[in-house]
């Protein structure tokens, strides 16, 4: 983890003396909807539980700024949903487990085309933490006391922080009232979000969320325009 924080002042300070120019920048908001899953996985025991996608929002603040022709950072400021459904030895018991995450990633942003039209994509880190988690039934009280449904997220005992990895592709188009971005994105944690606490707790060790998903981001412009994207 202290390596990652290391890695990203590096990842940030490749542009720090930059920031004094005027270059492009945008900023707006940014909404979408995701394909929530989970893997739950006990790397000894070599067990793997079951699991189902589920849906879900996201949306927030973006921040774009170029200081380089084709070449920028994006930032964002997001509430992320994430979950999955756990599928228990009963087809009549299911748990839903939703997790809403404050999260804030940090990409490098690369455009190909000169005109308003751009093909873009983003990769980079990302920060989170949790803001809320529920779990929903139907399951009976039978099923959901036993041992085997310790792997159920529990506040008191498991992780709030999270980090990952974050890509995305898409198109960009400027207009003279603002621009719009439409993308597609892979969200990967890297951090588990359960505590195993001791290895024969029966809880998973390797636990993971991974969103898929689109979003629509409306952005205003303000600062320098750089030449090489003029048309």
Known sequence: ??????????????????????????????GGYNTLSASLNHTVLLTREATVQTFGPSGGLII???PRPHLGLQAEFNFTQKGYITQFADPFDRAKSLFNYLELPFMFNVYLGKKKWQYMANMGPFVGWLLSHKTTGPFDEETFMNPRTTYLYDNARDRRLSYGLKVSGGLFREFSFGAFQVEGHITADLSNFLDPVTLDSGIPDNSHHT?????????????????????
């Open 1 to 30: 983890m202290h390596k990652g924080i290391v890695l990203l002042f590096i990842y940030f300070g490749l542009f720090s003396f930059e920031i004094q120019a005027q270059h492009e920048w945008y900023v707006g908001l940014r």
């Open 64 to 66: 774009k700024y170029f």
């Open 211 to 231: 969103i898929y998903g689109i979003s629509v981001a409306y952005l205003f412009f303000f600062g320098e325009k750089l030449q090489a994207v003029e048309n």
